[in-house]
């Protein structure tokens, strides 16, 4: 036998020392005692290859607390672990996976309490097969626990069938070794997870043949095809005692979308099996919650921090003392501590930066000792969108009201006010005719079945007269969807000036002039005019339209919002005024732009 330790890895061969167990402490040599498995795959994007990612739940105490190492030490997360042959994987085309010794199984959580003594086991194998087709992943061997009501000491079976097209991914299945189910006409249990390339999914049980589990109670217990939610009537306490725990294997089948599963045979299938524990009279089950709930959707390259609470009811038969494990991590996330093990409540916090896009499953387990609840977190990770933030286009005042041009190239599809200081909100409207619904300081949601602006005007009412500017906070919610919730918010906070009728036409500014991003001109008009606003290079080319269109008497700001396409240099903004007795005014202003 081959242990190397050191620092980074540790590999124990389970199988020697099974035999090793048996012969000091008279431990089963089989009893590898599978627990639970469950298995995913998708494809890579390369010809032919596919990424399978296996875990497997065994026994505990096989590799831990009733073994200590040559090193000293017991397995631990993040340790490496050679599996003898009942764990190995057969790959379908005549490959295995685990007979070399370089194929190792990561330990990714555990739980040594007696009641549950477990630990999960993941492999990810990367695997080019020889042509395109469905290939049948399995592992088979002796044996499951003696305690299994229906399939004690029985040989296990798991099967999967992948396919090496270049394109598909299997459901993403999670769960925990253990299941508490508490009594009820029917007790219920849905079956966690993901579906990334949108398949049509079937659940159904598997059959004895296909689990090695020989008596499933089909009469009082049932899975829905279409949810995966299982009902059970259980409360026959004499066929179904306190504490008896039951093996379960479902089938996730995949059909194309479109296709009629009853009168089609599925493209692919995963599986998941775990066991059912009944849940103690007097026994409440132990919660779990994350902090932020799931799901999550966060950026790809950003951390990501989970809070876990496990508590239990104080007063039930199992001693109000609750442990956290990890069941399934995402390849370089931490939990800790892992496990977490004290009098309720405890807490652990799961942390992970995400390398790649997709969807992924964080699965925990909470026990009081006697039962046991999972909880997953998905996790949605994007390839980062570059989103603009809206700004003031204009803003511009009418006798006693003022009119705010807010723009995003993104759309707009909100508008909240957190101030109004001698202003009310008239109107808000985006320039294609979109309504927004709101009153008050809102929030202004932009109304079903518009698409939403890039530009949106806002009408302002001035509440004093004599009081000659009003404010107003801004948040304008515009779409991006990296961002929580799919909106990227921008603050937003100027003062609007109610000044008395310009007595003739003045224009003020480029301010600031040079400038770097936004830069304005003030306009005055003494009249109603036609006005027309546009930005050329010094080769006489239009590069940007600020304005085009009637504009009331009064004093008006235009500003330009210089885009990251135009390069530093000088500019000429020129302003052509058309007045209602047909006077036309010029005026040319030169602006330098800086990068």
């Not at 996976?97 to 086991?121: C, H, K, M, S």
């Not at 087709?133 to 029985?154: E, H, K, M, T």
């Amino acid at each position: 036998m081959k242990c190397r330790y050191n620092v980074h890895c540790r590999t124990y061969q389970i199988g020697w020392l099974l035999l090793l167990s048996n012969l000091l402490w008279g431990i089963r040599a089989q009893a590898s005692h599978l627990r639970g498995a469950t298995l995913y795959a998708e494809a890579t994007g390369s010809a032919g290859e596919v990424r399978i990612v296996v875990i497997e739940f065994w026994r505990y105490a096989t590799l831990g607390t009733n073994l200590y190492m040559l090193d000293g030490n017991e397995p631990d997360v993040g340790d490496w672990v050679q599996l003898s042959e009942e764990g190995w994987v057969d790959l379908g085309d005549g490959t295995l996976y685990g007979d070399d010794p370089t194929e190792l199984f990561e330990v990714i959580g555990f739980n040594d309490a007696p009641e549950d003594d477990w630990v999960a086991l993941r492999a990810v194998i990367v695997h080019r097969y020889p042509a395109a087709g469905a290939y049948d992943v399995q592992i088979r061997g002796c044996c499951r626990p003696d305690f299994l009501r229906n399939a004690s000491d029985a040989a296990f079976r798991f099967k999967a069938r992948v396919l090496a097209d270049g394109s598909n991914a299997s459901a993403v299945v999670s769960g925990g070794a253990f299941v508490g189910i508490p009594r009820g006409n029917p007790a219920t249990y849905s079956i966690s997870y993901t579906n990334p390339d949108g398949d049509l999914l079937r659940f159904r049980f598997a059959t004895p043949t296909e689990s090695g589990i020989y008596r499933l109670p089909l009469s009082v217990l049932s899975i829905d095809p279409e949810t995966g939610v299982i009902s059970w009537n259980n409360t026959d306490a004499t066929r179904f005692p306190d504490g008896s725990q039951w093996a379960v294997q479902v089938i996730i089948e995949e059909y194309d979308p479109g296709v009629d599963p009853e009168q089609s045979t599925p493209k692919a299938w995963t599986a998941l099996d775990f066991i059912f524990r009944i849940e103690g009279e007097g026994n409440q089950l132990p919660t779990c919650t994350l902090d932020p709930p799931s799901p999550l959707t966060v950026n790809l390259g950003d951390p990501v921090s989970i809070l876990i609470t496990g508590d239990d009811a104080t007063g039930d038969a199992d001693g109000n003392t609750v442990s956290i494990s990890a069941v399934h991590l995402p390849a370089g996330a931490t939990l800790t501590p892992n496990p977490a093990l004290g009098a309720a409540p405890q807490t652990a916090l799961f942390e992970w930066t995400p390398s790649a896009t997709g969807v992924f499953n964080a699965v925990f387990t909470v026990s009081d000792g006697l039962i046991s609840t999972t909880c997953a977190a998905e996790i949605r990770v994007m390839q980062p969108s570059v989103c603009t933030p809206a700004v003031i286009q204009s803003e511009r005042v009418s006798g006693n009201q003022g009119i705010a041009t807010f723009y995003s190239p993104d759309g707009i599809e909100q508008i909240l006010f957190t101030l109004l200081n001698n202003l009310s909100v008239v109107s808000v409207q985006g320039t294609g005719g979109e309504t927004f619904s709101g009153t008050g300081m809102g929030p202004y949601v932009l109304d079903a079945g518009f698409s939403p602006p890039t530009t949106v005007e806002v009408v302002f009412q001035q509440v004093d007269p004599n009081v000659p500017t009003g404010t107003y906070f801004a948040e304008v919610y515009s779409t991006c969807p990296s961002e929580p919730g799919g909106l990227l918010v921008a603050n937003l906070d100027p003062t609007v000036a109610f000044e008395l009728k310009p007595t003739r036409f003045a224009l003020e500014g480029p301010l600031p002039n040079p400038f770097r991003g936004e830069t304005a001109l003030r306009l005055m008009l003494p009249e109603a005019s036609r006005v027309s606003v546009a930005v050329y290079d010094v080769l006489g080319r239009e590069v940007a339209r600020l304005a085009g269109g009637e504009f009331s008497a009064g004093v008006h700001a235009v500003r330009w919002l210089a885009g990251s396409g135009l390069p530093s240099g000088t500019y000429v903004m020129r302003v052509e005024v058309l007045e209602g007795d047909g006077t036309r005014r010029v005026a040319h202003r030169l602006v330098t732009l800086l990068r």
